[in-house]
């Protein structure tokens, strides 16, 4: 390969790290001033990643290249397809969608805090106008969300996803049904104080048992739990802690360590190419949810680690036995708001959206609508009827970071996820059994090999097909909810 | 000012920020396995800010420049000097020099543990000549010195500094007899262990009374102090915690808050440019030498600091009464090691140095004769016998880098700082008392006003003497110390 354009891509992977470690710091170590500084320096760094990567000497360093392997070719079209996305994006929609963000964020807390999404309204649908915009620039066959859910999801498609969604809200809603009408388990939480040293400990205790390398990257607090690669030897998680809610911290800590281990997973032959980097963000999401639900929901899970969290909190849990702690792990309960609810009624949640996404991006739903639309289809999907905005249209940040097409990615995290850890137990019918001993590296060595070292080299749905020979469907996520609640 | 120029202006001190945290990164929170692609990012940014700045437009665009005000002036001033020396400097030059700083940085390490100067000595003699052809590169008047000093010292030259430091040389070393005629100090420290997390803390009110402002930087521990400006209002410190040594802790921590304090100073209407940093490393290292030795070792600073210490450690400092502390705090001794020196003898350590970096850059000196001219100098300028290299040319991490001209620096603090504050005092008869009070904004506002605030507007000497009426000397430095030792 032309000698400029690995080190173009060098470059580019050295920028998209030092990106992560600008966030990341953001997050967790940066004082409260430094606020407008940070701002400053990541939009800097954003544009010359991007005037680096649209650069024409790049497109014509690509076109002259004839790939000799097919790790080059898989490197060419990765790279091909992130800078023709940038390409056709005019610069002054670039900044319009900035601008529009900004503002929006600002409407948005404001909205939140009066309780009035027609404060909200009209930068949402700014936002909404200048994404149409955008799916138009980017190119469609008609169907304006498709080049959207691209770029967080390449290869993925309406066509594709909707049958796969109403599939899954059609088997979901019997089964919660059923849990449901067996009543709420006890709280063995409700009233105790959980230390929160001793939650940290556990959670660095669970990081090194599952795999996660603290040499090649480390654990720290923040707001919203979060996981960033700034290299496969260089990859930050963090963790929430309250001392009420210890379930808080350790699934927390679970979910970004699944996230964790992907990135630490990459090849080390792939370091510094776009090839070291997961292929979509429903597939990244797959590791987070396989790990903190498949895994960390399970039995044989705590019949390894309960032991060792009571000798932690003697007091607190001493006289809870495994199956009061399981049941409250998997509480089941239609609720509100999305990121608290359990892995069964979640993505009920997820289909709500992308409903009214699809209908937004489409122009079939109007903004104005959007609040009555939310409501209406809370119903529908949860049966619960709000009552305030931050319990409905209002409560999550995506749209107010003008993020359309994202929502889906956590459902396919989830089939992707149970899809995968199906066919790791079928490669090995000991899985269980190890997970029981707190041996992971069996499963680890499985997903190294079938999810991470591949890396971006095929699609998120090809590489899922390659590794369990079932593309996306809905069958293993049922029958995983089905073996633990059914 | 052209938006084009500014603009250009902007980026290359966010990315300048950006290095910095890195860097900080590295020293702090990295894990150990990312030091391959820590150093990659960091080339990279390095390689960004090099292109960036030595970009022909930039050069176009301040040629046709003509500054309206005196901020733009001296901001184009800035610039132009600094993206001059870079266009002098052929990239072969470059790549030579970072080749030859990573080998001569593996064979210094390996010849301290063999304590065998000649398995560093060829790669010092690289360095020595790279240096050399970059002197030349950058032009001078005959003193090849001057053009590698002016890196870290802009306007200072061999002339104006070497009849300074013989000349404190000279009244040094009766000093030092005479106080070492007294006798050593009782040590209150010895044999007893002080908890970190109390030293911490101790540090952190430290912090808070010098007005370090924690909401725009912080303070963590790492291997070796130091400081860095991300930007303003993100100014990075460290410490070092010893259990048996506190005071490494105490004046590592006053040291580097001087740093600090000066890198939250600058103007907020220069940040983003080069106007928002110090003219030189020289006037930058006396801001912590004020604060550490001239503040931090002085009888009014403890006289309100003391109790509070004895507060934090009442069993190991209970029984000892202020004027020993004082005394311990204040040991003056002949030793090998220049970190370790006290504030008396250490500008003999840089005077020896000079003396060799300017035989070796002139070339009066050969690298092969380095370590027994080191010998010789240490017996003439401390009266030590050297029976290691780890106590004599190996001690110091600088030549491995491949820095001459770095270590004056080190002099040009203590003397500026003791300039410095003996104006501050003269404008303020009223500071030891208020010291003593604990409070510090007197002294802060005065150095706000004549020091942090012009930022880089005046070269260093330029700075102090406009500030003091007086340019670089070291009568006030040997006043200070009489006035403590005499």
Redesign the interface.
């Known amino acids: 390969m032309h000698d400029a354009l690995l080190n173009r891509i ?2 580019l992977r ?2 998209a ?2 990106i992560n ?2 966030t990341w ?1 953001q997050e967790t ?6 606020e ?3 701002a ?2 990541l ?3 954003q ?2 990643y991007h005037e680096r990567l649209v650069d024409p000497r790049v497109g014509e360093w690509l076109a002259s290249l004839t790939p000799s392997t097919a790790d080059e070719q898989a490197l060419v079209r990765v790279l091909t397809r992130e800078r023709d996305r940038a390409v056709k994006l005019p610069s002054s929609l670039v900044k319009a969608l900035a601008e529009a963000q900004s503002h929006a964020l600002g409407a948005w807390r404001e909205a939140r805090e009066q309780q009035a999404f027609r404060l909200f309204q009209p930068k949402l649908e700014t936002l909404v106008r200048l994404r149409r915009e955008q799916a138009d620039a980017l190119g469609h066959d008609g169907e304006r969300y498709d080049a959207l859910l691209e770029g967080y999801e390449p290869g993925m498609r309406v066509a594709r996803l909707s049958p796969v969604l109403s599939s899954l809200v059609t088997k979901l809603e019997p089964l919660v049904a059923a849990i449901e009408a067996k009543g709420p388990p006890r709280d063995v939480f409700a009233g105790k104080r959980f230390p929160v040293d001793a939650q940290w400990a556990f959670t660095v205790e669970l990081l090194g048992a599952l795999g996660f ?6 654990q ?1 607090r923040s707001i919203h739990p979060f996981s960033s690669g ?5 990859v930050r998680l963090t963790t929430r802690l309250s001392d009420t809610q210890p379930l808080s911290a350790i699934f927390g800590t679970i979910h970004e360590c699944g996230h964790g281990l992907y990135e630490q997973g990459f090849s080390p032959s792939d ?2 190419t776009p090839l070291a980097q997961s292929p979509s963000m429903g597939l990244h999401e797959s590791q987070s949810r396989l790990w903190e639900n498949l895994v960390g929901r399970s039995r044989p899970f705590w019949t390894f680690f309960y032991p060792r969290l009571v000798a932690r909190f003697p007091q607190q849990l001493g006289g809870v036995d495994l199956d009061d702690f399981l049941a409250s792990v998997n509480r089941v309960e239609r609720s509100f708001v999305r990121v608290e609810a359990d892995e069964v009624t979640y993505n009920l949640h997820i289909a709500l959206r992308y409903e009214l996404e699809l209908g937004l991006v489409r122009g079939t739903l109007s903004v104005a609508d959007a609040e009555a639309a939310w409501n209406e289809k809370t119903k529908r999907f949860l049966g619960l009827t709000v009552t305030k905005p931050t319990d409905g249209v209002l409560q999550d940040i995506h749209w107010a970071w003008g993020e359309f097409g994202y929502f889906p990615t956590y459902a396919l995290g989830n089939l992707y996820g149970a899809t995968l850890f199906a066919a790791a137990r079928r490669a090995r019918p000991g899985l269980d059994g190890e997970l029981a001993a707190g041996t992971f590296d069996g499963l680890l060595s499985w997903l190294r090999e079938h999810v991470h070292r591949p890396g971006a080299r095929l699609d998120a749905e090809d590489l899922v097909r390659q590794a369990t020979g079932h593309g996306l469907r809905d069958d293993d996520f049922i029958a995983a909810l089905q073996a633990r609640y059914g």
Chains 1, 2 share one sequence.
Request: no cysteine.
């Open positions: 060098h470059e050295d920028l790290g030092v470690l600008a710091d170590y940066m004082p409260r001033k430094a407008a500084a940070r400053s320096q939009s800097t760094l544009g010359l390398d603290l040499d090649a990257g480390r720290d700034l290299s496969a030897t260089d370091a510094r």
